[in-house]
């Protein structure tokens, strides 16, 4: 029931929004969309992976890859500057991953460190499985990810935010 | 029957049976993997609308109502450069002897269906098949790019590493490194780089802070990457975009991480070296050297771009000209110099140099500073005539040769991806009926 509200919420609050600001012309509803959705923080939306059947624009992904990173939105001319740098490589991935790895190098940076991971590691796999995926762990994701947190004194939270954000399941929605 | 005999049609028997799943549709036991010509090849799209009448036939100015005639490709074509009148600033040849001397000319080549866009002109060209289609921004090519033909009919398989595609011009060009057709697709795909964004301005300013992660860390991205991703019952299909495995992958990013940082300078093909009279197609010339260098990629198509500037100004148009011209002299010295005789490309490279399409007869009503008038490409005869030049080693590709004249065109835009199936020795594996054109055996020895 909780579920169901938190989709309604999540589908009315741009329509919402657009009557809201409606003398804004310039407003694309899709873009509105990812912001609102990314300002508010670690609301489960999705039940399971499977509901994620549709690849994420180069602009969704890169909105939202900021917005996960920094918590905050982006600034247009960055989202369509990173997005023609993109559209200039082929390997998507390795794009990706030097984006990423240049956005976790940037010092305004808002991640976790590495002693909360260790503090709490079922909070912070619950809360990582949140700000990406939108929905919680499963019982077994989360127990092999504490397990490997518990296990490997070198594995860190710039690790799991890179392989997270590189994940195939980011990149849909 | 004695012991020895029936152990010797037994062997026979043993043997045939294992090998029958394996006859090709073709009726050989295996795919043909020594019957390539060479191992590299390079295809220079040399696009952006050339008219013949400023290539091939060297009329310069004699269009614009000035008597002056000459090669403004002194590189490419044998021929003396213009005297007088001079709307380029010329650059000496960096080749002693013309492409022209080591390859065989089709000056009478033809683009026959289809508009004469540039989007369609690239399409057909890379995917040898006509199309109707317009610029689509979405959307891949109906058929497969030779990128596709060639990463699934080589025998062994080929990684993308072995195939590139470079464009100067972003828009839809970055969509041509495979096609949406169901049998091809993403896996056989090239890899892509537009230079002048991955490298450029954009590429240093968000790209040249990324981490140079260690082995250990890469391992643990990859390890927790692998696990998301085998959780992730995904039934739409991969991510867009082309697939290297992990090792290629750290390859492509290291390379790159290098263009970006200058501990792998780039030389640009300018006569200094140096960023001076530098165009875009001469960036995307320079960085596909790069490519060629640190890969020997075994399939390269690289296109010239900043020719369309013919719409408005026709001086321009021969100055990209003459420069574009020069980037081919001088990746043609580097793969046949020193530096590509260590990499193994020397005598084992051929380059086919083709334009997409052409432009129209008669000007449109815009002029240049010098007076001149441009021209657009709308379908006309005269933007369907288009040349062909296939450069290689003379144990390979006939020497100094011209097939075809003006009453007598020879060949189709549709014909160089059969033609490169043929040097690459997978022609026989590409299913019937997939590409319409034909080899152009009159090239080749």
Redo the contacts between chains.
């Keep these: 029931m909780n579920m169901q509200v938190s989709k309604y919420f999540f589908f009315l609050l741009p329509i919402v929004l657009l009557f809201a600001t409606s003398c804004k012309k310039t407003i694309i509803e899709e873009t509105v969309y990812d912001e609102v959705i990314y300002q508010l923080d670690t609301l489960p939306v999705y039940s399971s992976?499977?509901e994620?059947?549709?690849?994420k624009s180069d602009i969704q992904f890169i909105s939202i890859l900021y917005a996960d990173l920094f918590g905050k939105a982006i600034a247009g001319n960055i989202t369509g500057?990173?997005s023609?740098?993109k559209?200039?490589?082929?390997?998507?991935?390795?794009?990706n991953?030097?984006?990423v790895?240049?956005f976790?190098?940037?010092p305004d940076i808002k991640i976790p460190d590495n002693q909360q991971m260790r503090d709490d590691p079922e909070k912070f796999v619950t809360d990582i499985y949140r700000k990406f995926y939108l929905r919680n762990p499963?019982a077994?994701?989360k127990y092999?990810?504490v397990k490997?947190i518990n296990e490997?004194p070198?594995?860190t939270v710039?690790?799991?935010y890179?392989?997270?954000a590189?994940?195939?399941?980011y990149?849909?929605y | 029957m004695n012991r020895r005999k029936f152990i010797k049609k037994a062997s026979l028997l043993t043997a045939g049976t294992l090998a029958a799943p394996y006859i090709l549709p073709s009726g050989r036991l295996f795919a043909a993997t020594g019957s390539r010509k060479v191992n590299h090849v390079i295809f220079v799209l040399f696009a952006g609308g050339i008219r013949n009448q400023e290539s091939v036939k060297k009329q310069y100015l004699a269009n614009q109502g000035l008597p002056t005639e000459g090669n403004v490709m002194p590189n490419i074509l044998s021929g003396a450069e213009p005297g007088a009148n001079l709307v380029y600033q010329p650059w000496n040849p960096v080749l002693s002897n013309p492409l022209q001397k080591s390859a065989t000319l089709f000056p009478e080549m033809r683009y026959k269906q289809g508009p004469t866009g540039h989007y369609n002109g690239h399409t057909v060209a890379m995917t040898g098949n006509y199309t109707e289609t317009g610029l689509n921004l979405n959307i891949k090519p109906e058929y497969p790019t030779v990128f596709e033909y060639y990463r699934k009919h080589s025998d062994p398989a080929r990684s993308?590493l072995n195939a590139w595609?470079m464009s100067e011009g972003?828009g839809p060009y970055?969509s041509l490194?495979y096609s949406r057709h169901p049998d091809y697709g993403s896996l056989y795909?090239?890899?892509?780089?537009?230079p002048a964004?991955?490298i450029g301005n954009?590429?240093q300013?968000?790209?040249?802070?990324?981490?140079d992660?260690q082995p250990?860390?890469v391992s643990?991205?990859?390890m927790?990457?692998n696990?998301?991703?085998s959780?992730?019952?995904?039934?739409?299909g991969?991510?867009?975009?082309?697939?290297?495995n992990d090792e290629d992958?750290e390859r492509?990013?290291s390379f790159?991480?290098g263009l970006l940082s200058g501990s792998n300078p780039i030389e640009w093909p300018t006569p200094t070296g140096s960023a001076q009279g530098l165009t875009g197609d001469l960036i995307n010339i320079g960085a596909a050297w790069k490519v060629m260098e640190e890969f020997q990629p075994e399939l390269m198509v690289i296109n010239t771009f900043n020719l369309d500037v013919c719409h408005s100004n026709f001086s321009q148009y021969i100055n990209f000209l003459h420069r574009a011209d020069h980037g081919v002299g001088w990746l043609w010295n580097k793969i046949q110099g020193p530096e590509g005789a260590a990499l193994g490309l020397k005598d084992d490279t051929v380059m086919i140099l083709m334009p997409e399409h052409g432009r129209n007869l008669d000007p449109n009503n815009v002029s240049d500073n010098n007076g001149l008038s441009a021209y657009d490409h709308t379908s006309d005869a005269n933007s369907r005539q288009i040349f062909s030049l296939i450069a290689g080693p003379p144990s390979v590709i006939r020497q100094n040769e011209v097939i075809g004249a003006g009453s007598v065109p020879v060949g189709e835009s549709i014909d160089i991806i059969p033609t490169i199936a043929e040097l690459l020795g997978f022609r026989d594996q590409i299913p019937s009926g997939m590409l319409p054109g034909r080899v152009l055996h009159e090239a080749m020895v």
């Design positions: 992976n499977l994620k059947d549709r690849e500057e990173l023609e740098l559209l200039s490589f082929g390997d998507k991935v390795t794009l991953q030097m984006i790895s240049a976790i190098n940037d499963t077994y994701e092999y990810l490997l490997d070198e594995l710039e690790h799991f890179t392989a997270f590189l994940s195939n399941e990149s849909f | 993308a595609w972003l970055p490194n795909g090239a890899n892509y780089m537009r964004t991955t954009l590429g300013e968000y790209l040249s802070t990324a981490k992660y250990d860390d643990r991205i990859n927790l990457r696990f998301l991703d959780n992730f019952a995904n039934q739409s991969p991510v867009s975009g082309i697939a290297n992958r492509i990013r790159v991480k």
